[in-house]
């Protein structure tokens, strides 16, 4: 599904960011992404959805290289991904319903498929009943669900998650957690970049471990 | 867990014409996929996204009219600055073309008028004027004597008294020669001109047709000149549009990062913008209708009374269907390509992060 081959990243000011960085996720695998802060964690993620390009290696997703992606060829791209971010980016002035909603306009859904489709999505994050109320009337926990039912409403191969738990509680964590497992289990690939060790190592999944830019582990 | 299945395994089977993915889970779960004819799902499906993209279309095409009205002011102050611009290109359109109008009503004639020296009697005009008559080139000769003249002058003018207040006569004897129509070509009446202007008889030589030309040159330029400047307003309509939509832009720029990162293509980012583009536009053409509309009304009545004076039978032109349909084509355009020009340019600047 996912494969890094002597992946480089090099940034003209910090220089190198991510140094022959090699590793192959299968198809529904679910591992996690760990290292010391400013390690390449956001770093790697934003090579895999081509918000940055590597300098060096090849990036290949569900058999694309990414790298050699055209500019207009990158939104379909994204499309394979549901990404997360610690701070949910979400649509502040739109209700829960159209923040999910937004992937399947984009991907050119009908109006029949997408209230039926974001309403899945939202009742399997636990929210169904909620599509009306905005991003700010929901606690943290809320809106990183509203944040997973988005990036998996399209139903996309893989999940990419940058911290999704960097803003909760570890009880709220635990369960945001057990909601990507659930994900794995039907199929998804899964990667998590996060700095929490203890809920890590609660888990049992591969660990990819980042440290100044190399894999040490994984 | 049902739900899990359900929602990824609703897919495979409303989505043919997407890339797939492989997911041994989910299919083994679905064996039963191919249960109804595919050419029927993908009509389906095809029609479905057409309605998709109507529907966005729609969305994009009102909802960009509620963030106009969302915002009254700055809305109303670009569209009344789009207006002037736009209202003035067209005054000046609608100028030149009355201008023209009222050129057009003068026949274009060849005649010639000499003007004879005042010591010349008229016995020796009558004379010169049975010369000329024999001229090849000429077709009318008209001789008006210096009674004739000051007759005419009395009855027309309305400076009846004043001229009987005179002594003496003080217009000069005046022939007219009308030279044959084959004459078109203007060296050959310049020639003609020339040898009348030599004679000793005449003072003076005046055709009609040179003012005629120059008014035409007068005109000309009237008509370059408001061209030109109403090029420089479109440019101003473009830079106050582009503006416009480059701050909006900058005002959604968290929604056009998560579009973006969720895999909005470039086109899908830019439709509402193009359609604010449009509105703006649109609307400045229908207000800059009105000022014309204002303006006409309000200079009508004196330039009708002028040209009653004159004993014209001048009627103002106003801008015709055609032309209002053209003046809202042209401002709506113009404000779409700005928004395009800017949106190409902004978006490829604009990075996720």
Known sequence: ?218 | MKIFRSLYDARDKKTPARPQRHHPKSKTATPARADGPKTRVLRGDFRDKLHAHLDLHAHAFFSSLGRLVDSPYTTIMTITVLAIAISLASVFYIAVANLQQLAGNLEASNQISLFLRDDISEASARKFAENIRGNPAVQEVKLITKNQALEEFQTFSGFGEAIKALEKNPLPIVIQVLPKNTLEDGLELEKLLNTFKQAVEVDFAQMDMQWIKRLQSIMELARRGSTVLSLLLGVAVLFVTGNTIRLELHKRREEVVIAKLVGATNSFIQRPFLYSGFWIGFFAGVAAWFIVAVMMLIVKQPIEELSGLYEGDFHMLFLSYSETAALLFISSLLSVLSAWAVLNYQLHKLKPE
């Open chain 1, 1 to 218: 599904m996912l494969k890094f081959d002597k992946v480089s990243k090099r940034y003209p000011e910090t220089g190198d960011v991510l140094r022959n960085v090699s590793f192959h996720l299968q198809h529904g695998e679910m591992a996690f992404l760990t290292g010391h802060s400013g390690a390449g964690k956001s770093t790697l993620l934003k090579l895999i959805a081509v918000i940055e390009r590597c300098s060096r290696g090849q990036i290949l997703l569900d058999g694309h290289n990414v790298n050699q992606a055209k500019e207009s060829q990158i939104p379909y791209l994204r499309r394979k991904i549901g990404l997360i971010f610690q701070d949910y980016k979400l649509l502040q002035d739109r209700t829960v319903f159209d923040n999910v909603a937004l992937p399947l306009l984009i991907a050119g859904y009908g109006h029949h498929e997408v209230p039926r489709r974001v309403r899945a999505a939202l009742d399997k994050v636990g929210l169904l009943g909620k599509e009306r109320k905005y991003p700010l009337a929901l606690s943290g926990g809320e809106q990183q669900r509203v944040g997973i039912a988005r990036a998996v409403v399209n139903k996309p191969p893989m999940i990419l998650a940058d911290e999704p738990t960097g803003n909760l509680d570890p009880e709220l964590s635990a369960e945001i957690m057990h909601l990507f497992e659930q994900f794995q289990q039907v199929g998804v690939t899964v990667l998590i970049a996060s700095h929490d060790i203890s809920l890590i190592n609660q888990m049992n999944y591969r660990v990819l471990k980042l440290d100044h830019g190399q894999l040490v582990a994984g």
